[in-house]
């Protein structure tokens, strides 16, 4: 048992900065759905990518790692052009148009299913044998979806909103994968996360810039939220809370609360009517997350 009041302390402080974490991201279903009544989705991402890549730059300031940007060496720069297109640019688009087909209960909660996608990928892209576990795990979780998309209809298999589903589940697929080619890049996080934000932020103004006219001020107020709160800040304060603690399960099993808090703050702000489908599916895809990583954390121990 580790007695030192220094790493209590430091312990402390990721629980926190975890927690401020969660609850930020928490917001991000209803800001999406709010801010998508005043601005289309290109629109969005644009002010919001390019809100999150000014707040970064201002942390990097403020952290005097300014240098570091102008020592990133070529490779690392095109792997930021490459993430950077994958997220913001191609993942946002795809979830913020999503959000604009389904309710917020049922985007957000497919959207989180990107831990089993990496699973997924890495048995057909890496080749990696499957347990008849890990098996039972991802079968859960999709069940968790299935009940989701149908709105608890499981006999009529009614999905009302297919397309929207799709999209949904294609932008945990582009996540899953940015997160695979995301982890092997060494460079400094926070240095990243400014790269890969202002890529992105280049690639929607080529697309948007023939279009460019002043949104209205609440679509403003709403995309630098979700730039700073959803993209941005929340990303360098989950970053502080992982350096911060002992081990980090410690403050990953607390992002699993986000999707219920989101149900919470989607009921309470846009008044959406939250199905049993909804909250008992979310529980399925989170048990099933769950169980799949205690299988990861035992293979590993008995590696």
């Not at 969660?22 to 801010?35: D, E, G, N, P, R």
């Not at 989180?112 to 039972?136: A, D, E, G, R, T």
Request: aromatic share 14%; with cysteine.
């Amino acid at each position: 048992m580790d007695n030192n009041p220094a790493s209590h302390s430091d312990q402390t402080k990721a629980y926190l900065f975890a927690a401020i974490a969660v609850l930020f991201w928490s917001t991000a279903a209803t800001a999406f759905k709010l801010t998508l009544q005043y601005l289309n989705t290109i629109e969005m991402l644009f002010y919001s990518s390019l809100t999150a890549a000014i707040a970064i730059f201002i942390i990097i300031l403020a952290q005097k790692k300014t240098k570091f940007i102008f020592h990133t060496s070529k490779k690392e720069i095109l792997t930021s052009a490459i993430l950077g297109l994958m997220n913001p640019f191609i993942y946002y688009i795809i979830l913020f148009k999503a959000y604009t087909l389904l309710p917020a209960q049922i985007a957000q909660p497919l959207n989180f299913i990107w831990p089993i996608m990496i699973v997924i990928f890495s048995i057909f892209l890496l080749k990696q044998k499957i347990s008849l576990k890990s098996l039972m795990a991802i079968l859960i979780s999709f069940f968790g979806v299935i009940l989701i998309s149908t709105k608890g209809r499981l006999f009529s298999f009614h999905i009302d909103e297919p397309y929207g589903v799709f999209l949904a589940l294609s932008s945990a697929f582009v996540w899953a994968l940015f997160f695979i080619i995301n982890i092997r890049d060494k460079n400094d996080e926070v240095i990243r996360l400014f790269l890969t934000f202002t890529f992105g932020t280049l690639y929607t103004f080529l697309v948007l810039y023939q279009k460019i006219s002043l949104p209205p001020l609440r679509g403003i107020i709403g995309a630098i939220y979700i730039g700073l709160f959803e993209m941005g800040i929340t990303f360098v304060i989950w970053i502080k809370a992982l350096k911060f603690s002992r081990t980090t399960a410690q403050v990953n099993n607390l992002i699993y609360l986000t999707p219920f808090l989101s149900l919470v703050i989607v009921s309470i702000v846009i008044k959406e009517k939250i199905l049993y489908s909804s909250i008992l599916g979310i529980t399925l895809i989170i048990c099933g997350i769950i169980l799949q990583k205690r299988i990861e954390s035992k293979n590993l121990i008995s590696e």
